[in-house]
């Protein structure tokens, strides 16, 4: 058995990455999704909590990390931000090493990493997917969520390394500014594409 090819998928705000993500489930490629792992280890009885409880005191209770509380601590503080990731990134790589042990042997799996390039996470995947879609739908999708601005809008676009970047420095673009049945094709097309791939690369050795 081999390790999987990693297949790095991100996306700026608004681009359907969640959507995408659901895609290669549904077709039965194993995902690991960081920021659903650090939701559930900040959970009720999560692991991270007395670490985060311990270093920032007032920032939890019974129903795990109030996000408010200690973002309200972190929050333009580059030292505070630092002891917090000391916390929570050693912890996520621990579950990574253990979804991929879980999945080894099977031909790739998917790492869901929002800020990919922002966080240097290209030396963690073998190859990048950029979900990307037009501006203006980007723009449209993102000003529906519930409490969102277009200056808090423009901040995050702001964090975030531009979408033509991105695109350039994928290895694969999926476009979400089409219809989801079509996304969906483009989803399945790459995966053929990987496993076929793989199978090379297997029949070489």
């Not at 990493?113 to 240097?120: G, M």
């Amino acid at each position: 058995m081999t390790k999987p090819l990693i297949i790095g998928l991100t996306g700026s705000i608004g681009m359907g990455k969640s959507t995408v993500a659901a895609m290669f489930e549904a077709a039965g490629v194993p995902v690991f999704d960081a920021d659903a792992e650090v939701r559930a280890m900040q959970g009720p009885g999560g692991e991270l909590v007395p670490p985060i409880e311990a270093e920032f005191p007032g920032s939890t209770d019974e129903t795990g990390v109030l996000r408010e509380k200690l973002g309200a601590q972190v929050f333009g503080d580059p030292e505070a931000l630092a002891r917090l990731e000391a916390i929570v990134h050693p912890a996520v790589a621990r579950r990574r090493e253990a979804f991929l042990i879980e999945h080894f042997g099977a031909p790739f799996a998917v790492f869901d990493i929002p800020l990919l390039f922002e966080k240097d996470g290209q030396a963690l995947v073998d190859r990048i997917v950029v979900v990307s879609a037009p501006a203006e739908v980007q723009r449209a999708r993102v000003l529906a969520r519930p409490g969102m601005t277009p200056e808090k809008f423009a901040h995050i676009l702001g964090l975030q390394t531009p979408d033509a970047e991105k695109r350039e420095r994928a290895t694969y673009v999926i476009d979400t500014g089409q219809s989801l049945a079509e996304t969906e094709d483009e989803v399945l097309t790459l995966i053929a594409t990987l496993r076929s791939e793989r199978m090379e690369g297997a029949g070489q050795k």
